[in-house]
Nanobody
Framework: QVQLVESGGGLVQAGGSLRLSCVASGRMFRINDMGWYRQAPGKQRELVARITNGGGTNYADSVKGRFTISRDNGKKAVYLQMNTLKPEDTAVYFC?????????????WGQGTQVTVAS
Protein backbone atom coordinates (compact mmCIF):
# COMPACT_ATOMS: atom_id res chain seq x y z
CA GLN A 1 0.00 0.00 0.00
CA VAL A 2 1.43 3.36 -1.06
CA GLN A 3 1.01 6.31 1.28
CA LEU A 4 1.72 10.00 0.78
CA VAL A 5 2.25 12.14 3.86
CA GLU A 6 2.30 15.93 3.61
CA SER A 7 3.71 18.43 6.07
CA GLY A 8 4.53 22.12 6.24
CA GLY A 9 1.16 23.83 6.11
CA GLY A 10 0.12 26.53 8.53
CA LEU A 11 -0.91 30.12 9.04
CA VAL A 12 1.14 32.89 7.44
CA GLN A 13 0.72 36.60 6.76
CA ALA A 14 0.26 37.82 3.21
CA GLY A 15 3.64 38.20 1.54
CA GLY A 16 5.12 35.40 3.61
CA SER A 17 6.46 32.00 2.63
CA LEU A 18 5.81 28.35 3.38
CA ARG A 19 7.40 25.12 2.19
CA LEU A 20 5.30 22.01 1.80
CA SER A 21 6.79 18.53 1.78
CA CYS A 22 5.35 15.18 0.75
CA VAL A 23 7.01 11.81 1.20
CA ALA A 24 5.87 8.57 -0.39
CA SER A 25 6.21 5.21 1.33
CA GLY A 26 5.23 1.62 0.64
CA ARG A 27 5.95 -0.92 -2.05
CA MET A 28 6.51 0.69 -5.43
CA PHE A 29 8.57 0.24 -8.56
CA ARG A 30 8.76 3.82 -9.76
CA ILE A 31 7.15 7.20 -9.19
CA ASN A 32 6.27 9.01 -12.40
CA ASP A 33 4.71 12.48 -12.13
CA MET A 34 4.24 14.11 -8.74
CA GLY A 35 2.26 17.21 -8.03
CA TRP A 36 0.42 19.55 -5.74
CA TYR A 37 -3.26 20.41 -5.95
CA ARG A 38 -5.38 22.64 -3.75
CA GLN A 39 -9.00 22.99 -2.82
CA ALA A 40 -10.52 26.09 -1.31
CA PRO A 41 -13.90 26.01 0.47
CA GLY A 42 -16.74 25.77 -2.02
CA LYS A 43 -14.38 25.30 -4.96
CA GLN A 44 -13.14 22.38 -7.02
CA ARG A 45 -9.71 20.88 -6.52
CA GLU A 46 -7.25 22.53 -8.90
CA LEU A 47 -3.73 21.89 -10.10
CA VAL A 48 -1.03 24.03 -8.51
CA ALA A 49 2.11 22.46 -9.98
CA ARG A 50 3.39 19.15 -11.34
CA ILE A 51 6.84 17.72 -11.92
CA THR A 52 7.90 14.75 -14.00
CA ASN A 53 10.36 12.09 -12.96
CA GLY A 54 12.94 13.87 -15.11
CA GLY A 55 12.30 17.27 -13.54
CA GLY A 56 10.01 18.89 -16.10
CA THR A 57 7.53 21.24 -14.45
CA ASN A 58 4.28 23.04 -15.13
CA TYR A 59 2.41 25.54 -12.98
CA ALA A 60 -1.00 27.10 -12.69
CA ASP A 61 -0.92 30.65 -14.06
CA SER A 62 -1.96 31.99 -10.66
CA VAL A 63 1.24 30.75 -8.98
CA LYS A 64 3.86 31.20 -11.71
CA GLY A 65 6.81 33.19 -10.46
CA ARG A 66 5.82 32.70 -6.81
CA PHE A 67 5.78 28.92 -6.27
CA THR A 68 8.50 26.39 -7.09
CA ILE A 69 8.01 22.64 -7.21
CA SER A 70 10.94 20.25 -6.79
CA ARG A 71 11.53 16.61 -6.00
CA ASP A 72 14.11 14.25 -4.56
CA ASN A 73 13.72 10.87 -6.24
CA GLY A 74 16.02 9.17 -3.76
CA LYS A 75 13.84 10.29 -0.88
CA LYS A 76 10.59 9.72 -2.84
CA ALA A 77 9.67 13.28 -1.94
CA VAL A 78 8.15 16.32 -3.60
CA TYR A 79 8.29 19.87 -2.29
CA LEU A 80 6.44 23.11 -2.92
CA GLN A 81 8.17 26.36 -2.02
CA MET A 82 5.52 29.06 -1.80
CA ASN A 83 6.64 32.70 -1.73
CA THR A 84 4.76 35.98 -1.78
CA LEU A 85 1.66 34.24 -0.51
CA LYS A 86 -1.72 35.86 -1.04
CA PRO A 87 -5.02 35.38 0.82
CA GLU A 88 -6.41 33.69 -2.29
CA ASP A 89 -3.80 30.95 -1.86
CA THR A 90 -5.69 29.80 1.23
CA ALA A 91 -6.75 26.18 0.70
CA VAL A 92 -6.10 22.59 1.62
CA TYR A 93 -3.08 21.46 -0.38
CA PHE A 94 -2.91 17.84 -1.54
CA CYS A 95 0.09 15.88 -2.74
CA UNK A 96 -0.43 13.59 -5.73
CA UNK A 97 1.77 10.89 -7.22
CA UNK A 98 1.48 8.55 -10.17
CA UNK A 99 3.07 5.33 -8.93
CA UNK A 100 4.01 2.18 -10.78
CA UNK A 101 3.47 -0.93 -8.67
CA UNK A 102 4.64 -4.03 -10.55
CA UNK A 103 2.51 -4.01 -13.74
CA UNK A 104 -0.01 -1.30 -12.86
CA UNK A 105 0.11 2.48 -12.49
CA UNK A 106 -2.14 4.14 -9.93
CA UNK A 107 -2.80 7.65 -8.70
CA UNK A 108 -2.36 8.32 -5.00
CA TRP A 109 -3.31 11.29 -2.85
CA GLY A 110 -2.12 12.57 0.50
CA GLN A 111 -4.50 13.53 3.28
CA GLY A 112 -4.02 17.26 2.69
CA THR A 113 -2.43 20.07 4.65
CA GLN A 114 -4.12 23.39 5.42
CA VAL A 115 -2.52 26.62 4.23
CA THR A 116 -4.09 29.82 5.52
CA VAL A 117 -2.86 33.23 4.38
CA ALA A 118 -4.03 36.15 6.50
CA SER A 119 -4.44 39.57 4.94
Amino acid sequence: QVQLVESGGGLVQAGGSLRLSCVASGRMFRINDMGWYRQAPGKQRELVARITNGGGTNYADSVKGRFTISRDNGKKAVYLQMNTLKPEDTAVYFCNAEVQVILTTNNYWGQGTQVTVAS
